[in-house]
């Protein structure tokens, strides 16, 4: 079984940082993708950021230039740096990688949301 468990949201004020993290662990093969998303209550989850097993990443246009994501592949762990943070950036984040066991790959493995809320 492959879980994702996510930390690092909270209260910041506008202008401020936060850093997410994203674990995974189980019985993993190998990771593709992995990406942050976000959702506000009833909106559609949207892209915030992804990065491939090789490095190359890719940003929603809204966080280009304040957001960085990164990964550590001897940790199974994918980070994202919220730099300037903005009111609007207030959501929950949820991580999702696309990840190889010995029996299948499947890109739907899902942490469970953390809270991100910035003040003004």
């Known amino acids: 079984q492959v879980q994702l468990v996510e930390s690092g949201g909270g209260l910041v004020q506008a202008g401020g940082s936060l850093r997410l993290s994203c674990a995974a662990s189980?019985?993993?093969?190998?990771?593709?993708?992995m990406g942050w998303y976000r959702q506000a209550p009833g909106k559609q989850r949207e892209l915030v950021a992804a990065?491939?097993?090789?490095?190359?990443?890719n940003y929603a246009d809204s966080v280009k230039g304040r957001f960085t994501i990164s990964r550590d592949n001897a940790k199974n762990t994918v980070y994202l740096q919220m730099n300037s943070l903005k009111p609007e950036d207030k959501d929950v984040y949820y991580c999702?990688?696309?990840?190889?066991?010995?029996?299948?790959?499947?890109?739907?493995?899902w942490g469970q949301g953390t809270q991100v809320t910035v003040s003004s």
């Open positions: 999702n990688a696309d990840i190889c066991r010995i029996i299948d790959c499947r890109n739907d493995y």
């Open positions: 189980g019985s993993i093969s190998s990771i593709n993708a």
């Open positions: 990065i491939t097993g090789g490095g190359s990443t």
